[in-house]
């Protein structure tokens, strides 16, 4: 019996053909509408708007796919290493981007590649396949995975990662202003000797953290002595930050604060000043960039600066359909703000 009633169900349920009969007009312009595109008349759209609301039509994705040929999937790639190893930066980014999918009747498909991906290295399968209608990538990878993903002609939006040829919308966080926020901070509360630790110094994110950290000593008129600027091309990790702060500590006796480039480095700075006998924030105040969750839970909590993890990939979603929506091939970047968050690991010395 309740085979019997879901069948009748099915059977019952509006399609996009009884809207276009019932609005009087062509299943592609339904679908037009449905997607919002902008060359529909406000006429036209007001009467398919009010033939889906009498009908009560929830368009499925294959109806929304018939005239525009899309699969109703969008890729999300990151490298295994930076899957595997960033915390739960991306794995927020990728909530962000799955919750506005959904929203918008899309699927999210995620795949890692290789961090060293080279011409002729396999693609992931619904690439392949050309099972999906664009791509949005997450982090830093490879230029010659970007390079192998043109001839399929799809969308591509970045995330927290600018190419050196450009040209691809993107998601960028205010890590300038971040990088101000977090060395003001600690200017604020009486520090001169003001340490800066990062990895992956190549990658445009850290390189802004820096300029940003630099600014904010320039204004304050504090010369930045040799030997406090710790940085590397290795990847941001706990392994990383522990050891620039045992460089930054043989050639430095006198640092009172350190702005690490991000929470895990920070995590591996704070486990170096707690094995040396250091204490934080009494010895040393640390501040670091990005914040999760388990920033609370370290010993002291974390000052740190909040970077909007489910806002980025929720804003990729919205560039990447906007793009197949209005078919435009738009370069349009999204800048999402930051702020700081003081917690424990910072204190006040005497100016």
């Known amino acids: 019996m309740l085979f019997l009633v879901k069948r009748l169900t099915n059977i019952m349920r509006p399609t996009i053909k009884d809207v276009a009969k019932a609005a009087n007009v062509s299943i592609a312009t339904v679908s037009l509408v449905i997607h919002n595109n902008e060359r529909i008349s406000t006429k036209t759209r007001k009467k398919v708007l009010r033939a889906i609301k009498e009908l009560n039509y929830h368009p499925s994705r294959s109806a929304r796919g018939l005239v525009s040929h899309q699969t109703g999937n969008i890729g999300f ?12 930066f991306y794995t927020r980014v990728f909530l962000g981007a799955e919750f506005e999918a959904r929203e918008k009747d899309y699927y999210v498909l995620l795949a890692t590649i290789d961090s060293s991906f080279k011409e002729g290295d396999p693609l992931p399968r619904f690439i392949l396949e050309r099972n999906f209608d664009g791509i949005i ?16 002609k799809r969308p591509i939006v970045l995330i927290d990662f600018i190419p050196p040829d450009g040209g691809y919308p993107n998601v960028l966080i205010n890590n300038i202003k971040g990088g101000m926020l977090a060395t003001e ?4 509360a009486g520090h001169k ?23 904010a000593l320039e204004k304050a008129n504090i010369r930045n002595g040799d030997g406090l600027i710790v940085t590397n091309d290795e990847y941001l990790s706990r392994q990383n930050g522990y050891k620039s702060a045992g460089r930054l500590f043989n050639n430095r006796k006198d640092v009172t604060a350190i702005f690490a480039s991000n929470n895990a480095t920070a995590v591996g700075v704070m486990q170096y000043i707690k094995d040396n006998g250091y ?20 010993d002291p909590p974390l000052t740190t600066i909040r970077v909007p993890k489910v806002e980025m990939g929720t804003e990729a979603v919205r560039l990447l359909l906007d793009i197949l929506n209005n078919k435009s091939n738009s370069t349009k970047s999204t800048v999402v703000q930051v702020e700081l968050i003081i917690r424990e690991s910072t204190r006040a010395i005497k100016k």
């Open 77 to 88: 790639i990151i490298t295994e290493e930076r899957f595997l190893r960033t915390e739960p």
């Open 137 to 152: 990538i997450a982090g830093k990878v490879p230029t010659t995975f970007i390079d192998s993903l043109l001839k399929y």
């Open 185 to 188: 901070h600690l200017i604020n």
């Open 193 to 215: 000797n003001i340490a800066f630790i990062g990895g992956e110094i190549s990658h445009p994110s850290i390189m802004e953290r820096l300029r940003g950290y630099n600014l």
């Open 279 to 298: 204490k934080i924030p009494d010895d040393v105040s640390l501040v670091g960039f990005d914040d999760v969750e388990a920033d609370l839970l370290i």
